[in-house]
């Protein structure tokens, strides 16, 4: 027996995904137990990225490019020597002088105590565990001294001393052990210079395989997105070595003025643990409050020190490095969060200080080669879905709160009109095409119609700021301005007049709930434009509720499609409703994306298609005409532009 197409796919689909998770997972062991040579790849790489626009600037110069790789690499890794030399250096300064620290910290200790009222319950709580384990030691031994003659006449023998010593370790040994502890530092850093040079030397030939791997069939796209990300990647990574490194001059030059000791020590850890997220600052703090607290008589330094750290962390991540390159990163929180204790857990202190920068080059390679587009989504700062799918979704969640708060963030800038057309029809279009899918229950459609009806709720209290309300614009600081004055008609029904009438304009679902949302949405314009308008459910229309439909106080009927009917429906919707009361104007107002136009003469209705703005407009001009009004209300329109 033959399985079904859609069973088919479900299984080819659980395959792919059950693949796709077994490779995942050899990689992740790959770099695991192949971190000796992935971590010095990493940081191999990502100094690459720094260290490019140094050898193509030496290049436009006619050096040629083994010469400048070789300069820019031995400039790079002598700075990084010799800071590695000064934190050597003051780091063993420092141990040094730890004895001579003791005290001071200790009687500050003391003065924390006194300030605290004595001592707390765990230092009681020690203090009777050592009396009673001092009791049972003194019950042992008188156990002990009653065992008889024997153990009496056992206990007057003594122990014989027996001394073990070493032998006089020779040369050979002394230095194995000093270079022992050396060997893993050397080779890593060794593999590290050469993975540098290597790229440098070989980056177009890189790329170019890059290329290929990524796919060869579009080869000018691809290789101007590789090249846009190297260029973004080498700009970004070098802008933030060289603002780590100001940020970290500025600690250990501060530091030096409070005089905290081995202030160039705590200046280079600040700069090396700021290339960590959000706790990177903070962790470098913790030694130089430390120190500081050990070695000033009073509170005064360690205030200082606390001081200057708040301080410049504020001043440098909420003004200057958004000036510098950019208010993010390109990675969202929780991916940053979740790549630092990925890679911290995969390659320890090293990966914690590299997350971010890896990430960021696995985020800008998935933006621009589609078989990565997984890795933008996934750790990316862009929304993952647009306005519109999240506004459907939200209808899906039955969730109106979120909706709200995405209506007024966009309406912050944007009119009504133009919210409902740009972000809630679409949303109603989408659940439109789930529905012909048959991805829709009535459950589903019965929550979003509710979610719909609160939202149009709430934007009923939106005001928006009209014409009349702005002042004029001053042209005296613009004499160069050319100024286009044309007149614009006004819809009478949107300045002085109102419909008294609620049911004026009678909004009617054409067959479907989304029909009903989108009549919702249409009276909720209506009113706030001031004309009369109401809504009715989605089967108005029905055989049994049809009879009932309350038409004595309306001027126009607007029934209102998001699907696709076909003409007989027209045809067949204005007949009943000419039939219920013929003197009501009847238009048709088709808001999908590929309905079918009537043609306006045999339906006898008008058409409104596309957009609620579009409708808004043919509603107001058809109650303007059927009011007998004339175009005398105008105004001018002021159209500024500036040479």
Wanted: net charge negative; proline share 5%.
């Amino acid at each position: 027996m033959q399985e079904k197409p859609a069973q088919v796919k479900l299984t080819q689909r659980r395959g792919t995904v059950l693949t796709n998770m077994a490779v995942a997972a050899m990689i992740i062991a790959g770099l695991y137990f192949g971190r000796e040579i992935f971590v010095p790849l990493a940081l191999a790489v990502l100094l690459s990225f720094a260290l490019a626009p140094l050898v193509i600037r030496l290049h436009s110069w006619r050096v040629p490019r083994t010469a400048s790789v070789i300069i820019v690499v031995f400039f790079g890794f002598s700075i990084i020597f010799s800071l590695g030399g000064l934190m050597v250096s003051e780091a063993t300064r420092l141990a040094a002088q730890l004895p001579a620290y003791q005290q001071t910290l200790s009687d500050k200790v003391e003065s924390l105590r006194g300030f605290m009222g004595g001592p707390g319950t765990l230092k009681q709580a020690s203090t009777v565990l050592k009396e009673l384990g001092t009791e049972l030691q003194r019950g042992s031994a008188s156990g002990q001294t009653d065992n008889g003659p024997a153990r009496q006449a056992s206990d007057k023998t003594f122990p014989i001393p027996v001394e073990i010593r070493q032998p006089d370790p020779g040369a050979l040994t002394t230095l194995a052990k000093i270079i022992e502890p050396l060997l893993s530092p050397l080779t890593t850093t060794g593999i590290v210079v050469i993975f540098v040079a290597f790229i440098l030397l070989q980056r177009e030939d890189l790329r170019n395989r890059l290329v290929r791997l990524a796919g060869s069939g579009d080869i000018q796209r691809t290789t101007a997105a590789l090249d846009d990300a190297g260029k973004r990647l080498s700009k970004l990574f070098l802008t933030q070595i060289i603002f780590n490194a100001v940020f970290g001059l500025a600690i250990g030059t501060g530091l030096e003025l409070i005089g905290v000791p081995s202030a160039p020590l705590w200046g280079l850890m600040s700069m090396v643990l700021r290339f960590v997220p959000y706790i990177g600052a903070l962790i470098s703090a913790i030694f130089p409050l430390t120190l500081a607290a050990a070695v000033g008589s009073g509170w005064e330094m360690l205030l200082q020190t606390a001081l200057l750290f708040v301080v410049l962390e504020l001043l440098a991540g909420q003004v200057i490095e958004p000036l510098v390159y950019g208010h993010s990163s390109g990675l969202s929180p929780v991916a940053i969060i979740l790549s630092a204790s990925f890679w911290t857990w995969l390659w320890g202190p090293v990966g914690l200080v590299i997350a971010t920068p890896l990430t960021v080059c696995l985020v800008v390679v998935g933006r621009h080669v589609e078989r990565l587009k997984f890795l933008d989504v996934m750790l990316g700062d862009q929304p993952p879905l647009s306005p519109s799918q999240l506004i459907y979704q939200r209808m899906l969640a039955g969730d109106p709160l979120e909706a709200a708060e995405q209506a007024d963030e966009f309406l912050r800038g944007s009119s009504l009109e133009d919210y409902c057309d740009s972000i809630l029809l679409e949303g109603l279009r989408l659940a439109e095409a789930d529905r012909r899918l048959g991805h829709l229950d009535e459950e589903r459609l019965d929550r979003i119609v509710s979610t719909v009806d609160e939202l149009v709720t709430h934007l009923e209290t939106h005001y928006d700021v009209r014409a009349s309300d702005l002042s004029p614009p001053d042209l005296s600081s613009s004499p160069g301005a050319a100024i286009a004055i044309e007149q614009a008609k006004l819809q009478p029904s949107l300045i002085e007049e109102k419909n008294e009438s609620p049911r004026s304009v009678l909004c009617i679902p054409g067959s479907s709930k989304l029909d009903e949302a989108a009549a919702l949405v249409l009276a909720c314009l209506l009113r706030h434009h001031e004309i009369g308008a109401q809504a009715e459910e989605a089967d108005a229309l029905s055989v049994s509720k049809f009879l009932s439909l309350d038409m004595t106080e309306t001027s126009l009927a607007c029934v209102c499609y998001v699907g696709q009917p076909s003409t007989t429906k027209f045809q067949d919707t204005v007949r009943k409703l000419n039939k219920k009361n013929a003197d009501v104007h009847i238009m048709l107002a088709l808001f999908g994306t590929e309905a079918v136009t009537p043609s306006t003469g045999t339906l006898g209705a008008t058409i409104a298609q596309s957009s609620f703005r579009g409708t808004l407009e043919a509603i107001v001009q058809a109650t303007s005409d059927r009011r007998g009004d004339t175009p005398d209300n105008t105004k001018a329109a002021v159209a500024v532009q500036v040479h």
